[in-house]
């Protein structure tokens, strides 16, 4: 028998493990989807997105008086084609794990697998920019306001076909120190309102520059070198078809006592027209100052 004050060190093994919070690791799921054409390849309607574009016709002529005109121009469509193709996720979860397991973390296990589906929906809207042909920039390049703008006047200007806004920009969150650091100096030069002044006190942040709407994105990781390849790109110029919902399914797994959670996606993007946007390549290490 023991002699003395009772405390929670003596009793530790009659008192109940509570977690008392859970949180999910907060993770980067993506903006692309939201930055393009989105289209829906509707029931019924076969396996493939089809999308006739017609080519410009050349210019007028100028006739003479009296002339017969005879100098017919031809109609040329051009066909695009684009196969959604589905993605899907399983979680397995025993009756034992959902009859022990903490309920409060229970509850944010819903949505882990809706964000890794917009994970992966994210990063291929990514890895979709480095088709475009036209690329500016390159391995170790300082990032730069004006890449920007030269995109978008590159795009705007093109004379086959070019793109009309609005105009998106898409570029790694270490890529944001360069902005600021090239369009806010601090020290003896003159702070004045506006732009300068908010990007002092706020950073660059879903802004507007060089005629495109800035997005920081993380979804994709800088390269082995330290390099992200992002762009500048007409909303019109990616198309992303989708087939359905997102949906999810559960299925009894009898003879192992768990459930099967699914969940199922079906997209693809597309390239419309390359002179459409503009592949920016630039160092993306992470800032120390």
Known sequence: ?????????????????????????????????????????????????????????????????????????QLVDQLLQATPQEVGFEIIMTDRVR????????????????????????????????????????????????????AVVTIEGNA????????????????????????????????????????IKNGVVEMTMGGAGIVFDAVVGADSSGDFKGGTFAKMAIVLVEGHDLETETERLVGRRADAIFMFDEYIYAERFDSGGVEQYFDATAPTS
Do not use: C
């Not at 690791?25 to 029931?43: C, F, K, S």
């Not at 089809?50 to 005879?70: C, K, Y």
């Not at 992966?120 to 920039?137: A, E, H, P």
């Open 99 to 150: 009859r022990r397991i903490s309920p409060n973390v229970f509850a944010q296990t819903g949505s882990l697998a809706g964000s890794s589906m917009a994970r992966t929906k994210g990063k291929d809207g990514i890895t979709q920019l480095d088709q475009f042909s036209t690329s500016f920039g390159g391995a170790g390049t300082t990032f730069a306001e004006g890449y920007i703008e030269a």
């Open 160 to 199: 086959t076909e070019h793109g009309v806004a609005p105009f998106f920009s898409v570029h790694h969150p270490f890529q944001r120190r360069d902005l600021s650091a090239e369009l806010a100096p601090i020290g003896n030069i003159s702070i004045y309102g506006g732009l300068t002044e908010d990007l």
């Open 1 to 73: 028998m023991a002699a003395g004050v009772t405390t929670t060190s003596s009793l530790a093994d009659s008192l109940p493990v509570i977690k008392a919070a859970a949180r999910i690791v907060r993770e980067q799921e993506g903006r692309m989807p939201q930055l393009v054409d989105r289209q829906r390849l509707a029931e019924g309607t076969g396996l493939t997105w089809e999308e006739v574009a017609l080519s410009r016709l050349n210019d007028a002529q100028p006739i003479s008086e009296g002339e017969e005109f005879n100098a017919p121009q």
